[in-house]
C-alpha cells in the first residue's frame, strides 16, 4: 500500500459538531446544516479585543453584520442580491434581534429526561451566539484546556490533545485506524472522520475501563473496592471556582482583574454567558461542561494525592484511585486509609461547593464483584442461546431425511436448515430472575441488555438476509419446484415470527424503564429490522419480503409503540424519549400512521365542545416535540385536526414568550428557523410566525415582514435545513451514528 498523506478539512468551526449538544437530543436534530452554513458563508466573531469600535469604518468591513463591545460578527459569503439580504435577516435571528446590541449573554434551552424513579435530568441546548463563542474560545486556548486537564494521576477520561485530522494511508494508519463505534478521539487512534474536537485519555465508555487491564490488576492487588461519585456535581459547581483550581484562590482574591482576562477567567466568563449569566452551576449536556467540571476536579486530584503522598501514601503503591468525570473507584487494602482518603476528599470538595453522594458509596470486599457484574454475566448466559438462530449448510443425504419430519421451529431449505425458535414470555420470565437474584434493578442492565441484543440480533438479520435472499434470487433466475416454494414460504413466515417474538421481548424489558438511551438502542433494532423488511428487488422493485409477513412486523411494532405512547403521554418531564418513537413509526410508511385519536391522547389534547377542533394546552410541548410532530405529520392529511391544534399552539407559544427575552432565547432561534424551512408549512403560516417572533403589530411592520419571508423562502429553497432535517432523513444511518456517542453505558 502506497504510503501517501491524507488530509482531512479541519475547520475550526467543528467544535460545533461535537462539544456543544447533549446526547439526549431528537434523532432528527442535528448541527450539521448550521455548521456547514458558518462555514459556507465564513462567518465568524472577531472579538472586541481586536478593534476599535469608534475607529470602524464600512469599507474594512464590507460584510459586516452585528457589533457591540463583545465583537463583531461578520460573514464572506458571495450571496448576492434578495438571498444576501436573506442571509442579514438570518444573521439577526441566530445571533441577535436588536442589531444595536449584540449580547452573548444568553438563554439556553433547557429540556428535562427521565433520569432515575420519579426523578429528572434538566439538559441544555445553547444559543447558536455561544456556539459560535465556544469556536472561538477552542481555536485560542485549546492548548491551555490540553494542560489543564493533563495534571491528574486519577483521571481516566479527559481531553489530552487535539484529534488528528491527516493521516499515512499505509499499514500502521490501517493497524491504528479508530474503530467506527468510538465516539471520543482516543489518543493514539487516527481517524477518518472526526468525531470530537479533542482526543481523549483513555476510555471512550466508563464500560471499557471495567473491561481493562487496569481495573482487573487493581482487583487481584487489592481486597477492597470502594466507588461513590459526587452529589449533583454539575448542578453544584460554582463558576468562578475554575480560576480557584488554575490560578489559586489567594491569587484570584489578590488579582481579580488579572483573572477575569486569563484562561480560566474567559472560561468562566463563557459558560456564564451559555447560562444567562448565571455562576451558580453550569449546563448540563455539552461536552464543554465536561471540560470545565475537570478542569476543576484535576486541581482537587493532585491536591489529594499530594497530601497522601506527605501522608506516606504512595499511589499505585498503597492503593489506586481512578476517577470517570465525577465517579471514583478506590482500591486499598486499609480501612484507616480509606476513611483518610474520603476525608481529604471530603475537605477538598467542600473548597470549591462540592460534596460526596453518601447514598450512592459502595464497599466491595475480594472476591471484587458487584452486583451489576453478576446480573450481567448472567445476561450473556441467557442471550447465548436464546433467542435461538442458527442456520446451518446441510449435506445432501440430510436433506431427505429432514423432508418429513421438520420441527415448528426449523424448516430445511434445499442446502440449509433455519433452526429459529423464541419463546419471549419465557425468555422474559428467565430475565426477570435474574434481576431478582442478582439484587439490580431493570435501569441498571437495561442498556447493556438491549446493546447485547442489538448486537446478536443485526448479526442474525444479516446472516439471514445473505442466505434467505439469495434463495430469492435463485427462484427469479429459475423458478422452484412447489415443494421448494411452500419451504421457502415456511422459512419466511418463521423467521417472520421469530422476529415478532424478538420485538414483543425488546418492548416487554424497555416498558418497565423508559429512559433516552434505552429508547435510541430499542429503536436502533428495530431501523434495522424495518430496513431488511423493506428491502426491494433492484430489477422487479418489489419487496423481497412477502405484504402479509411486511404487515406483521410493522403492525406488531406499530401496536407496541402505540401502548408505550399511550402509557406515557407527553409532559414537561419526558419528551425526546416518545420522540424517537415516532421518527420510528414514520419510517414504516403512511400505511402505519397511528390512528389519530391516540396521537391527540398522547398530546394530552382536548376537544372543544360541539367542535372538530382541539386544543393543546399551554405549556404541554416545547421546541423538540413542536418540530418533531411537524416532522411525523408531514404532508399527511389524517391529522388534520392535530395540524390545526399544533400550529395554533406554536402560534400562542412565541406570542406567550416575553419580548424582550425572544433574541436572547436558544429555544426561539433554533424554532424559528426549523419552521422557516419546514416544506409542511404553508407560506403564509411561516410569515405568520415570523410576525408574531418580531412581535409586529404596525402596518408597515408586518408588510416588510412579508417581503422578508419572500426572501427567506427563497433562500430556502437552497439551504434547506437547519437543525431538522425534514426530508430523505435515513434513520437507519442516523441511529448508528448515534450508536457509539453515549459518555456513559
Known amino acids: 500500500m502506497s504510503k501517501k498523506k491524507k488530509h482531512i478539512k479541519y475547520p475550526k468551526e467543528r467544535a460545533i459538531l461535537s462539544d456543544v449538544l447533549p446526547y439526549e437530543i431528537p434523532i432528527t436534530f442535528s448541527n450539521r446544516y448550521f455548521y456547514r452554513f458558518l462555514v459556507n458563508n465564513e462567518i465568524e466573531l472577531i472579538p472586541s479585543s481586536k478593534f476599535n469600535i469608534k475607529g470602524i469604518v464600512q469599507s474594512d468591513f464590507p460584510n459586516l453584520s452585528l457589533k457591540n463591545s463583545n465583537g463583531l460578527i461578520k460573514h464572506k459569503s458571495k450571496l448576492k442580491g434578495e438571498n444576501l439580504e436573506a442571509l442579514e435577516i438570518i444573521l439577526k435571528v441566530l445571533f441577535s434581534t436588536n442589531t444595536n446590541n449584540v449580547n452573548t449573554r444568553k438563554i439556553p434551552f433547557t429540556y428535562k429526561i427521565s433520569h432515575k424513579e420519579k426523578d429528572f435530568r434538566e439538559l441544555a441546548l445553547i444559543h447558536p451566539m455561544n456556539q459560535l463563542l465556544l469556536v472561538n474560545f477552542y481555536e485560542q486556548f485549546k492548548e491551555s484546556i490540553i494542560y489543564s486537564c493533563s495534571l ?94 488554575v490560578l489559586g484562590l489567594e491569587v484570584v482574591k489578590e488579582n481579580f482583574k488579572f483573572s477575569e482576562n486569563s484562561f480560566s477567567g474567559k472560561f468562566d466568563r463563557f459558560i456564564q454567558n451559555t447560562n444567562y449569566g448565571e455562576t451558580n452551576s453550569i449546563l448540563i449536556g455539552p461536552e464543554f461542561s465536561r471540560i470545565f467540571a475537570e478542569i476543576i476536579l484535576q486541581k482537587i486530584d493532585i491536591t489529594i494525592e499530594k497530601k497522601l503522598k506527605e501522608n506516606n501514601y504512595l499511589l499505585k503503591v498503597d492503593y489506586e484511585m481512578y476517577r470517570y468525570v465525577d465517579d471514583y ?77 421438520d420441527a415448528d421451529d426449523e424448516v430445511s431449505l434445499l442446502n440449509h436448515k433455519f433452526e429459529l425458535s423464541f419463546n419471549p414470555n419465557k425468555l422474559a420470565t428467565r430475565y426477570k430472575i435474574i434481576i431478582k437474584e442478582s439484587q439490580v434493578d431493570y435501569k441498571d442492565v437495561l442498556n447493556y441488555s438491549l446493546a447485547l441484543l442489538s448486537s446478536k440480533i443485526e448479526k442474525n438479520l444479516i446472516s439471514f438476509e445473505k442466505i434467505y435472499f439469495k434463495y430469492l434470487e435463485d427462484n427469479d433466475e429459475k423458478e422452484f419446484s412447489k415443494s421448494d416454494l411452500l419451504k421457502l414460504r415456511k422459512t419466511e413466515s418463521l423467521f417472520t415470527s421469530h422476529i415478532e417474538g424478538v420485538i414483543d421481548f425488546i418492548f416487554f424489558i424497555y416498558s418497565v424503564s423508559p429512559r433516552v438511551n434505552s429508547t435510541i438502542k430499542v429503536s436502533l433494532i428495530l431501523s434495522k429490522i424495518i ?24 403492525k406488531k411494532i406499530l401496536d407496541e409503540s402505540s401502548f408505550i405512547l399511550k402509557k406515557n403521554a407527553l409532559n414537561e418531564y419526558a419528551q425526546v424519549e416518545s420522540l424517537y418513537l415516532l421518527t420510528l413509526l414514520r419510517d414504516l ?19 372543544e365542545n360541539n367542535s372538530e377542533k382541539i386544543t393543546i394546552k399551554n405549556n404541554t410541548l416545547n421546541y423538540f416535540s413542536i418540530v418533531v410532530l411537524f416532522y411525523y405529520i408531514g404532508h399527511s392529511q389524517k391529522y388534520k385536526k392535530v395540524k390545526e391544534a399544533l400550529i395554533a399552539y406554536t402560534f400562542n407559544y412565541i406570542r406567550e ?62 439551504h434547506k435545513y437547519w437543525f431538522t432535517k425534514w426530508e430523505r432523513f435515513n434513520l437507519a444511518k442516523e441511529l448508528e451514528n448515534k450508536k457509539s456517542q453515549e459518555v456513559y453505558s
Not at 486499609?334 to 464497599?363: F, Q, R
Not at 431488511?532 to 406483521?552: A, C, G, H, P, V
Request: aromatic content about 14%; charged content about 35%; overall charge positive.
Open 152 to 245: 491528574s494521576n486519577y483521571s481516566i477520561r479527559r481531553p489530552d490533545g487535539v484529534a488528528k485530522f491527516t493521516f499515512f494511508n499505509d499499514k500502521l494508519h490501517q493497524s491504528n485506524k479508530g474503530d467506527s463505534s468510538d465516539f471520543l478521539e482516543l489518543s493514539g487512534k487516527e481517524y477518518e472522520n472526526l468525531k470530537t474536537f479533542f482526543s481523549y485519555s483513555k476510555y471512550t465508555n466508563i464500560y471499557q475501563f471495567f473491561e481493562d487491564y487496569r481495573y482487573q490488576r487493581a482487583e487481584k492487588k487489592y481486597n477492597h473496592l470502594f466507588k461513590f461519585d459526587i452529589s449533583k456535581c454539575f448542578d453544584s459547581i460554582y463558576t468562578h471556582s475554575i480560576s480557584w483550581a
Open 329 to 405: 473507584f478506590l482500591f486499598c487494602d486499609d480501612s484507616v486509609l480509606k476513611d483518610e482518603i474520603l476525608k481529604l476528599l471530603k475537605h477538598e470538595l467542600k473548597k470549591y461547593k462540592l460534596s460526596i453522594n453518601n447514598s450512592k458509596t459502595e464497599e466491595y470486599n475480594k472476591p471484587i464483584i458487584t452486583e451489576i457484574t453478576i446480573a450481567k454475566n448472567k445476561i450473556i448466559d441467557l442471550f447465548s442461546e436464546n433467542p435461538k438462530f442458527k442456520i446451518t449448510e446441510i449435506e445432501e443425504k440430510e436433506v431427505d431425511k429432514k423432508d418429513k419430519d
Open 531 to 554: 430496513l431488511l423488511f423493506k428491502e426491494k428487488n433492484k430489477t422487479t422493485k418489489q419487496y423481497k419480503i412477502s405484504q402479509n409477513n411486511r404487515e406483521r412486523v410493522f
Open 589 to 607: 410508511g403512511k400505511e402505519y400512521r397511528l390512528p389519530e385519536e391516540i396521537l391527540i391522547k398522547f398530546l394530552n389534547a382536548s376537544e
Open 657 to 718: 414568550y416575553p419580548n424582550e427575552k425572544r433574541g436572547k432565547s436558544s429555544e426561539m432561534a433554533h424554532l424559528i428557523l426549523d419552521l422557516l424551512a419546514c416544506p409542511y408549512l404553508e407560506f403564509r403560516i411561516k410569515t405568520k410566525l415570523l410576525i408574531y417572533y418580531r412581535d409586529d403589530n404596525k402596518f408597515s411592520q408586518i408588510k416588510k415582514t412579508i417581503s422578508d419571508s419572500k426572501k427567506l423562502h427563497k433562500f430556502h429553497k437552497n
